[in-house]
């Protein structure tokens, strides 16, 4: 099985700070990773799609980047709704479709 | 609007069984895989199952294989999931996750979610 790991496990940032969060595939998994924001009690939300499309409705501060095995989400400029766990997934073998672990991000 | 409502979740004891569904609106439900998927505190995120739009493939994580059976009726657009011979570490929310495309293939994704309906397995 292939194994997603995202770090850091959790950030402090503020409003207006540029953050990335990285998401590391044991094997290459192509720009078969999808990236997602979770609040708290609420249900995950998609935000990036095939490394680095962006979903319709996703403010465009969200982007996506990386290849093979290294992928990276990035905030150009955080808000304060942006502050929430943040979950990538590689679809690349079906149909183990493994998660991260999860990114905290937290206001600082 | 999309909306996927699941219900059937609850407290059952181990070795029990539950049926979970899914209620979907908002789009033509046979047009399109869905999946269940579960989370918890420790494990975080785990896909459970996934079955294409037609119902005629279905796919499981390899942990739970023989335990859970997922279906669909495209004409009533619900999602269900069988689960039998209950375990403690199957507690969990389960979500029930909706995919851009009808098959199971490379690339899939989950592009609308559920609230999700929490399962207990507790004796």
């Known amino acids: 099985d292939i194994q997603m790991t995202q770090s850091p496990s959790s950030l402090s940032a503020s409003v207006g700070d540029r953050v990335s969060i990285t998401c590391r595939a044991s094997?290459?998994?192509?720009?078969?990773l999808n990236w997602y924001q979770q609040k708290p009690g609420k249900a995950p939300k998609l935000l990036i799609y095939?490394?680095?499309s962006l979903q319709s409705g996703v403010p465009s501060r969200f982007s996506g980047s990386g290849s093979g095995t290294d992928f990276t989400l990035t905030i150009s400029s955080l808000q304060p709704e942006d502050f929430a766990t943040y979950y990538c997934?590689?679809?690349?073998?079906?149909?183990?479709?493994?998660f991260g672990q999860g990114t905290k991000l937290e206001i600082k | 609007e999309v909306q996927l409502l699941e219900s059937g979740g609850g407290l059952v004891r181990p070795g029990g069984s539950l049926r979970l569904s899914c209620a979907a609106s908002?789009?033509?439900?046979?047009?399109?895989?869905m999946s269940w998927v579960r989370q918890t505190p420790e494990k975080g995120l785990e896909w459970v199952s996934a079955?294409?739009?037609?119902?005629?493939?279905?796919f499981y994580a390899d942990s739970l294989r023989g335990r859970f059976t997922i279906s669909r009726d495209n004409s009533k657009n619900t999602l269900s999931l069988q689960m039998n011979g209950l375990r403690a570490e199957d507690t969990a929310i389960y979500y029930c996750?909706?995919?851009?495309?009808?098959?199971?293939?490379?690339?899939?994704?989950?592009?609308?979610w559920g609230q999700g309906t929490l399962v207990t397995v507790s004796s």
């Open positions: 996750a909706k995919t851009p495309r009808p098959t199971v293939t490379k690339g899939y994704c989950f592009d609308f």
């Open positions: 908002g789009f033509t439900f046979s047009n399109y895989a």
């Open positions: 079955i294409g739009g037609g119902g005629g493939s279905t």
């Open positions: 094997q290459d998994i192509s720009s078969y």
């Open positions: 095939a490394a680095s």
């Open positions: 997934q590689q679809s690349y073998t079906i149909p183990a479709f493994s």
